[in-house]
């Protein structure tokens, strides 16, 4: 089958769907998306997370079929949410443009995870960022236990999670000073 | 998408955000807590895992498992398989071209079974097929009979008169010493006289305890992309801890020269020990040969949990004794571990557990023994703290039930009777760096508690969020008791026994647009901890350069060994900071020969490579790069070596068997809901000696994730194997759990930074000394809460409750 879905802001088009393929599959095998990740395909992780029209979801538990018609947003597309989230600017003043060095180009809550040290074997990383972007779009000052439950869906092996609550913490404090 | 998606290099720019210089004179040098490399790419969602691989025209290859876990196979149709359209190739053992068996230590392990399958999900056949649903589809049409054998499943069943001999004719170095042949390696350990130590005790302790088998979860599947070349070799990019210990390994499974098997490291996911043996290495590359197609290979969760080798479960006896004055006299103990189908690295975790089994503590007289058993579970190789896990659970809960008989303060108790630096081992090996036992457990007590009841909040409601069983909304604090408990324990770093464990570096400075760059080219598998960042770090402090890049990780440069033991800054930091000194020396030749007339300070002073130039230490500067080497690189690859250790006597244990050794020391608070037996670990606090800290964000960074294994150890961790079938019953995250960010407490870390003479910059190994104290610190204060004696991990609910 064809599922036509805009990914990103962009819509795409994938051909010779198999019925049975993810959300996740198409993404990662079909339209060069590999940024979501497959760890656990059960909903467990959190590896996966992209956002379905605004909800978070796991892809490995969406039918690609599901996704007809529909908008995704996934770790590659989150800097320019951010942007587009911020009014329409570039993120960060110089920090946007793909064609830009190391560095260039990532939202708040992405620099926040590379500044903070949340980052190891960073297989967790992309379903974290989605989720804790969503989480800091809702609640721009979460409380340490805020930010806890946000997170209880995505596993960590690397880190202990330390880092990754200090990064929040970061991207929300950076995120109150620029108000 | 013409192009494949390959692993490539890395830039490192010193990134924004780094600060200052704290000490030494390279920005970005050791010491300072620079920021990740590839953590750009993996922030943006760009750098590529090994699942993510891609080429045109590949195929996916599918692993068919056995079922069963002791079995003889009748015959193998592959008929309905092959007749599949979109299948490519089926093999099974019949179509292997050359070896047949690989191993880390002692090829035992059939790259595809041969007539017999010894644990359930043991590899029969592979398919490759042009989508991965019909490569599994197929697969299920392959047809195999089994008839089932009997089961070895524990040391009685192992070792009974009529047990089944998993490995006839072993041909093993270990084979001639063994007592039987379903044990893989045994190892006493004797120092002083025990019987007369025991006759000087005022209390005998003694006690049983058993250690789960514990998964390490990385969360990267197992994964790599085999590219078959036009010299009939093959291209390999993987997700590995070693390139070079696969190498060794797959090329003679391929019937191919070492250099026809070219690997790069693709990005890693994890790995905590479980990349250590072969998965899907050899399978990948066997299937792109046979189709002439590049064949992708990716494990999903279930597959993983049967894909590589686990913790080894154990279980230990052990015999303490003290004065009434509260000094140790002797410890004797016996530590079973089950090293399931195949040896993997089961005869090196036996030496660690041998050897360590007394824990960081003196004690006049020591019997120990370790061996690993064959049996017909899970194969269990390398995680985290190897062999030393299980032995510091056991030892510490000991230690607790000690200080209890003496009416003594347990952390008191464990400072009495605390190694420092020149105690002796029972190897008799001396510890001759820093060993600071004692004063990690008074750091990690000294520091404040965490409030009580802190889920009381100010309306009088409770949070349930910061109570045992969270937003099931099991207790408003009713039944709640806290406890608190410690734990310390040794790890060695390094690989020990005599292995030659050397590192190789390559290191190139050369002026590239009027800059100076360094160029970095090692084999070291990147895992997530780090080294790629403490590289990068060294070329700074050593060349005075900012500008670092690092060459991807492959075989066409020396093996850097294994990505294991804490060994990599170790190791293969020092061999790039051999490689460097060598560099820099050849640059100061360089500027001798061209400037040495113009200033007498090229003869006679110390010179150094700072700001990208020459200069004496006083800091009069003598020339730049540029013009030294006016166009020419310097580029050198050297190996590295530590110093050397030697085997352990079979019979006494004795000898240099370690290079250094790491401690940590943990408290852990915890409250538990005693109705129900939920647990909740409030904080969990860790001291330990790191010799110099090269990233200090790293380093906390592994000390919490060492940290949270352990704990994940404790309170939920266990692959269950089935006591009568030996087969697993929860290959999955849904049953296999592991600690969540709700489940982990906050992690306070206290690093030390006492230097060790005989490693680089002092450092020392850091990857692992948390993961072992973690364990029986959570258990001890789980105990302290219940009064509960508890004496296997994980402890779960009904162990508190008691229904």
């Known amino acids: ?179 | 998408m013409g192009t494949p998606r390959v692993p490539t290099g890395l830039p490192t720019d010193l990134p924004a955000g780094t600060g200052p210089a704290r000490a030494g004179r390279a920005p970005g040098g050791i010491g300072e807590s620079t920021l990740r490399p590839d953590g750009t790419l993996k922030v943006t969602g760009e750098f590529a895992y090994a699942s993510d691989l891609w080429h045109e025209d590949m195929l996916w290859g599918h692993t068919l498992r056995s079922p069963h876990a002791h079995a003889r196979i009748r015959s193998v149709d592959v008929s309905g398989a092959l007749a599949t359209p979109g299948v490519r190739a089926v093999l099974t053992h019949a179509d292997l071209p050359a070896a047949t068996r690989y191993g880390l230590e002692f090829a035992d392990t059939p790259v595809l079974a041969d007539g017999v399958v010894r644990y359930h999900g043991e590899p029969v056949a592979l398919v490759a097929a042009d989508h991965p649903e019909t490569a599994r589809r197929a697969a299920e049409k392959i047809a195999v009979d089994y008839e089932p054998l009997p089961v070895v499943t524990d040391e009685a069943s192992a070792l009974a008169p009529d047990a089944p001999v998993l490995h006839p004719g072993r041909t093993d170095g270990h084979a001639a010493h063994v007592p039987h042949p379903n044990v893989v390696h045994r190892q006493p350990v004797r120092h002083g006289d025990i019987a007369a130590a025991r006759a000087r005790a005022d209390v005998i302790v003694t006690g049983d305890y058993e250690v789960g088998m514990q998964d390490q979860a990385f969360l990267g599947p197992e994964s790599g992309l085999a590219v078959p070349a036009e010299d009939g070799g093959v291209d390999l990019y993987i997700a590995t801890q070693w390139l070079h210990a696969d190498l060794r390994q797959i090329a003679p499974v391929l019937g191919l020269p070492e250099e026809k098997v070219r690997m790069t490291l693709s990005g890693v996911g994890g790995a905590f020990g479980g990349r250590e043996d072969l998965s899907m290495q050899a399978h990948a590359c066997l299937l792109a040969l046979r189709t002439g197609r590049p064949v992708k290979m990716v494990y999903n969760r279930f597959e993983s949990f049967f894909g590589h080798v686990h913790r080894h479960p154990a279980r230990l006896h052990y015999e303490h004794g003290a004065t009434r004055d509260g000094k140790l006299t002797h410890m004797a103990c016996r530590i079973v571990l089950d090293g399931g189908a195949y040896a993997s690295s089961s005869p090196a975790v036996v030496g660690n557990a041998a050897s360590l089994s007394a824990g960081p503590y003196v004690i006049d007289a020591v019997e120990a023994e370790a061996l690993a058993l064959y049996t017909n579970n899970p194969p269990c190789g390398a995680m985290r703290g190897f062999g030393a896990v299980q032995a510091c659970f056991a030892y510490e809960a000991q230690m607790d039930r000690l200080a209890a008989a003496l009416e003594l303060d347990p952390v008191e108790f464990r400072q009495r009777n605390a190694m420092s630096q020149g105690a002796v081992l029972p190897t008799g090996q001396v510890v001759d760096s820093p060993a600071p036992v004692a004063e990690l457990l008074r750091r990690v007590k000294a520091m404040p508690l965490p409030p009580e009841r802190q889920w009381e909040s100010a309306g009088g409601t409770a949070d349930v969020r910061a109570l045992p069983g969270g937003l099931s909304n099991t207790t408003h604090g009713e039944g709640v008791v806290r406890g608190v408990g410690y734990a310390v324990g040794i790890k060695n770093v390094g690989f020990s026994e005599g292995f030659d464990d050397y590192s190789t570096a390559r290191v190139r400075l050369e002026v590239v647009g009027g800059q100076p760059v360094a160029t970095v080219h090692t084999a070291m598998a990147e895992v997530g901890q780090g080294g790629v960042t403490v590289h990068a770090q060294i070329a700074r402090t050593e060349l005075g350069v900012t500008q670092v890049t690092l060459r991807p990780a492959d075989t066409r440069v020396g093996s850097a060994g294994s990505t294991s033991a804490s060994r990599q800054t170790y190791v293969t930091g020092g061999a790039v900071r051999h490689a460097c000194e060598a560099v820099r020396e050849r640059v100061l030749e360089l500027g001798r020969a061209r400037f040495g007339t113009y200033h007498p300070a090229w003869a006679t002073a110390e010179l150094v490579l700072e700001g990208g130039k020459v200069t004496t230490d006083g800091g009069e500067v003598l020339a730049g790069l540029a013009e030294v080497l006016e166009g020419e690189a310097v580029d050198v690859e050297l190996e590295w070596r530590h110093r050397p250790t030697e085997p352990f006597d079979l019979v006494t244990g004795q000898g240099q068997g370690h290079v250094q050794y790491s401690f940590a020391a943990h408290r852990a608070v915890v409250e538990v809901d005693t109705e129900l037996g939920l647990v909740k670990v409030v904080e969990l606090a860790c001291a330990q000696d790191v010799g110099k800290a090269l990233n200090p964000l790293s380093v906390v960074g592994q000390i919490h994730g060492g940290t949270t294994q352990g704990l994940g150890l404790a309170v939920m961790e266990e692959i269950v194997v089935d006591p009568v079938t030996a087969k697993v019953r929860n290959p999955s995250f849904t049953d296999y759990l592991i600690p969540t960010i709700l489940d982990t407490p906050t992690l306070p870390v206290d690093v030390l930074e006492l230097a060790d003479a005989h490693a680089p910059y002092g450092l020392r190994g850091v990857g692992e000394a948390s993961t072992l104290s973690s364990t029986p610190a959570v258990v001890a204060a789980i105990r302290a809460a219940t009064g509960l004696p508890l004496a296997r991990v994980p402890v779960r609910p009904e162990h508190l409750t008691g229904t």
Do not use: H
């Not at chain 1, 979501?36 to 969406?62: M, P």
């Not at chain 1, 908008?71 to 951010?82: D, F, I, M, N």
């Not at chain 1, 913490?169 to 000073?177: D, I, K, P, Q, T």
């Open chain 1, 1 to 179: 089958m064809r599922v036509n879905v805009t990914v990103n802001g962009r819509l795409r088009e994938a051909d010779d769907v198999w019925e049975g393929e993810s959300l996740l599959y198409v993404l990662r095998e079909r339209l060069g998306l590999p940024g979501s990740k497959n760890a656990c395909e059960q909903g467990e992780c959190g590896s996966c997370t992209v956002r379905l029209d605004g909800e978070l979801v796991c892809a490995c538990l969406v039918a690609a079929g599901q996704a007809e018609g529909r908008e995704v947003v996934t770790v590659e597309g989150l800097a320019e949410l951010a942007a587009r989230r911020a009014g329409g600017s570039a993120p960060a003043g110089e920090e946007r443009g793909e064609e830009g060095p190391p560095g260039a180009g990532l939202s708040p809550v992405q620099r926040a995870f590379v500044d903070a040290g949340a980052v190891q074997c960073g297989f967790c990383t992309p379903g974290l960022l989605v989720a804790a972007d969503d989480l800091l779009a809702r609640v721009p000052d979460p409380s340490d236990a805020d930010i806890r439950e946000a997170l209880s869906g995505n596993l960590c092996r690397c880190t202990g999670y330390e880092k990754i609550l200090d990064a929040v913490r970061l991207a929300a404090a950076r995120a109150g000073e620029t108000v």
